[in-house]
């Protein structure tokens, strides 16, 4: 495992592929338009609007370039070479909070995938971190900030196709 690679699910792989085609055709046509709108406005030396489009276009540089380096290093996760009854990236990890009694669902991710609101969390997360390797049945406890979580493995599931 090397340390540039940036590991992706087949999914998360697609999604920057789209993100970064929409960035590099229809977002850069509209700050192109954008830029040549506000030049119409005279002196583009005091002008906000050709300021704030010239930003806005270095900045969709910037994630391009940043897209790019990702997914040249990307390494998309072969379920085949993962053990699918331990929690490691690509997995979905339901849970039982020890404490709460209250159930949960985590698919561990890379950084760039990570998005809560949909339940995927990075593996390098302190949740992430403390569920790897971990099997069914096991009793995990992972120190974060505010004190320590006590989870039980109910089920570990991985997508096969």
Known sequence: MSTGDTYLTREGYE???KELDSLKTLRRRELSKAIGKAREHGDIGENAEYDAAKEAQA???KRVVELEGKLARARI???EDIPVDKAYIGAT???KDLDTEEELQYT???EVEADFSQGKISISSPIGKGLLGHKKNEIVEIKIPTGILRYKIIK???DLG
Do not use: D, P, Q
Request: aromatic share 6%.
């Open 15 to 17: 999604k920057l592929i």
């Open 108 to 110: 561990l991710v890379s």
């Open 93 to 95: 990890v339901f849970l």
């Open 59 to 61: 900045l969709n540089e």
């Open 156 to 158: 570990i599931l991985r």
């Open 77 to 79: 996760i072969e379920n």
